[in-house]
């Protein structure tokens, strides 16, 4: 327990911890100091200058973001001369910032303007000091336009201390000073593995999707194409905020209301290829234990993990599930079993991925990821995207009346669900898991242990017939390298890993904290709206994948059974190894079955 | 040992080795050795002598004659007049006024003591003239609360511009008990103008070797960093001979003079800047990274390189502690004034007969130094203003003259002593031009880090070239006022926090000029 420590706050007095911030202290009490770089997630820089507040024997103004509170600490937080002071900061950001609000895409959601809003700052009190230099649209997932940056830092400690990917950093010094990749090499040639966490910390406009809005809506314009869709776990446990509902609103069946009302030709769901996953995996897992394999088997559906392991860990490829993730499962589905059945052409087909992700973005661009005959997926809008057309739609989220999806690829089960939560993909291949070898359910089907937003969850599970099963679970990516780096030295020291079943996850909190996550995605949020989904499983008809009607078809009529020859050539992929300079492939290093 | 009539000093440091000394040493050489003298007039290799001479400068002894602006042409007659017939070259000699004489200039010297007087590439010179003897009393009869203790009754103020008492710094570094703490030497000096630490290192290497390691076993560290300049390559030099001949006197290194007491010693090449004499910028580019301020607290006394406790000191603040624990702090307090005990190295340039540097008692007046010590104004010219204590220092008009210069009786001015640079501007200079050219400065050292400063640096540099080409008002006079203030109270470090006096000063100080030029 912590020493408290006794301040006064505008004269209230309260008692915290002492290794508290003074920020800390005064949001506790519903006191709202003014800030702009600092957010509670992160680690604090005070960059920004606008959280000063006035401590009592102190000749200047210090910040609240990064100055502990002491015993008998006097502070004010505001006063004309504070206000002035933030005033003057926020005008003088506001003259070196590309003021482009009406159609920036953090326009309404970006922090910079609430608060020179809040503030009653003049934006042209100052004159312009910004010397425009071009966008970094070098990447297939993310923009960096260096215009609308305010030097917060937030993306950089975001990359380098939670993720661990080491792509971003400030270059050159004063006014000069930007952040960058790697000798500017731009985000396509760095190490960046598409996650997308800048751009949901990013408190400006600076960092965010590349969009592909346009496309789509030409694609569903066009009367020549079928457009399909198709939406991961989290989406639907996403939007209700964005149009006055409660955070965490489960709303599936307004979600395929508003696409259809959108003009989607066909509404299905990513959940449907979740629950397919943990079949092909699932069975995967099982042969491995069976064999007594003493390397362990790693999730694979998250694809800024995929090419994390490629450029940090791709000593351990073969460990990976060779299982492609739900959203190409479906994409391939899509164009091959889907266009079958319908009689439609597959080049008519554009098949459409709404995802929480940025680095979908990169996954469906992937060359080997055509096995269709086509590239699988043709376009992924991020869950900002999609509000942004429903918004241009000018749909009434709120209040548009539920509707079921198409039926044949839409149908999925309370593990099909938590997919979007971190230790969801665990508990569902659990549940299948233990059926797949004892050919009985498991009674219990709520594996709590794997739940929850601590960064590294273990568990071991009783399997009849097989003995423990030890699991670990992992989000984040620096909780990533933790469960990596123990399973290398296993690896090294004993010839076999501490677990046999791994579940990465590159996002905090997994899917429902990803980066293509609305605006404000922070880790209460998060934590919110992966409860959302385990409320929406407790409430499903059917809990486990292996009992998912349309699932069991899918095998029955096209594929045969889990991991035939077929689901191999169709729902399973191959890695590479990538360069730690600049992300860029160097070599195969495990190869495609099927 | 060999006796010689006479002595020839040589100053060796950047300004002379610019002139090519070397070149011309060995032409002196040659020249004696035609004449039959080599074995009576010895060559010494010094630092920098006494007074601040221009080119190559000599110094004669037992006479105490200073030449300056010597040149290889001069040789000849200088040998044949001076040595063969001993009369002094008068057309070399450094001018000597009623008032100015590099001799004077001697009289309170601490840290400069034997610069110019002994080899500083020699440790037995150092030895010679008792250094090392307050080494051998700290480790033999004094704990290392003893040495604290005597710092701190010296009163010694950090001389690298925030003036925080050294003693007491050192005491909360030298409570914590943990396994690793370092000494940081902050030799970046960057401060424009200011050349100081060059010299005191230059001029006598070992003496701050000395305070370091007094430092070092007072505080209980074992590892010292010397953080210094890139471009400082003479000091570099010295201070890398230096550290070598010490590890071969057995001071430096495992278990010096049987105390039981280990200390290494490093050198760390700067890359140039300037926010890297802030002392966090300091330890995160000696960790190898960015040069940027960390948050205070935590101070790098509790947590500073890698974490552990760290003392970061100047050099002309530890160039003091030899001679305190040597003499004791009741002999350092005779100099100075009572609140800012001992004396301060200036560099005095601009529009002085005698630029260069001054070593004082604390509390010496500005027109005293720029009188006395500087040989007051260059022929033909009239002061209008000094810049005080580098960019980060402030602008001061002649009536201001005769403010004493110590750390407290500048605050009254809300001036800085700062790192002791003197600029000494004529009446025909512009303010309106010198605020630029700091301005300039700041808006090109600011690390980018916060956003007060980076903006406002490049702001206040566009406002004041506005002005300065005559397209400013008054207005624009105002604003940089306001940003400049604005960047004072919300700055993350010293340096975004320091443009204020500058401006304040100049605005202030010299009004008429900025309602001239906005004027149109």
Redesign the interface.
Known sequence: MAKTVNVFIDGHHLEVPETMTIIEAADKIGIYIPRL?YHPDLP??????VC?VEIAGNP??K?AC???VAEGMKIVTNSK?LR??RK??VE??L??HDVTCPTCPANNKCELQSLANNLGVDSEA??N?LVKTPADESSLSIIRDTNKC??CGRCITVCNEVQTVYAL??A??????HIDTAFSQGMANSPCVNCGQCTVYCPTGALHERSELDAVWEAILDPEKHVIVQEAPSIRVSLGEEFGMPLGSVTPKKMYAALRKIGFDSVMDTNFTADLTIMEEGTECVTKLKAGEKRPLITSCSPGWIKFMETYYPDLADCVSTAKSPMSMFGVLSKTYYAQEKGIDPAKIVSVAIMPCTAKKFEARRPELSDSGFQDTDYVLTTREFIRMIKEAGIDFANIPDEEPDEGMSFYTGAGTIFGATGGVMEAAIRSAYYLVTGTDLQNVDITAVRGLEGVKEASVDVPGFGKVNVAVAHGLSNARKVLDRVREGLATKGESPWHFIEIMACPGGCVGGGGQPYGNDIASRARRGLALYEEDRNLPVRMSHHNPEVLKVYEKFLGEPNSKLALKLLHTHYFKRSVFNGQVTAEITHKHG | MKFYRSHILVSINETSLAAGVQEFITALRNELAKNDLAEEINILETGPLGFFGRGICLTVYPENINYEGVKIEDIPELVQEHFLKGRPVKRLMVGVTEKFSPKFNYENRIVLRNSGIIDPENIDDYIGAGGYVALEKALTNMQPNDIIAEVKKSGLKGRGGAAFPAGLKWSFTSALDVPQKYVVVNADEGEPGTFKDRLIMEGDPHQLLEGIILCARAVGASKAYIYIRGEYKLCIARLEKAIKQAYDYGILGKNIFDSGFDLDIELKIGAGAYVCGEETALIESLEGNRGTPRWKPPFPGVEGLWKAPTIVNNVETLANVPFIIAKGADEFLQYGTPDCPGTKVYTILGDVAYPGLCEVDMGTTLRTIINDYAGGMKKGFRFKAALVGGAAGVILPDRLLDVKMDFTSLNQYSAVLGSGAILVLNEHQSIVDLLWSILRFFRHESCGKCSPCKNGTQQLYQLISKIRKGNGTMEDVNLMLLIAETMQQTSFCALGQSPIMAVRSAIENFTDEFIEITKK
């Open positions: 770089c604090p820089t005070g960059n920004c200058g000063v200047t103004p910040r990064c100055t502990p001369k002035s002071y003057t900061v003088m950001i003259s070196n100052l004159p000091i305010i030097g950093t400030f050159e010094r004063g006014i000069d000073t």
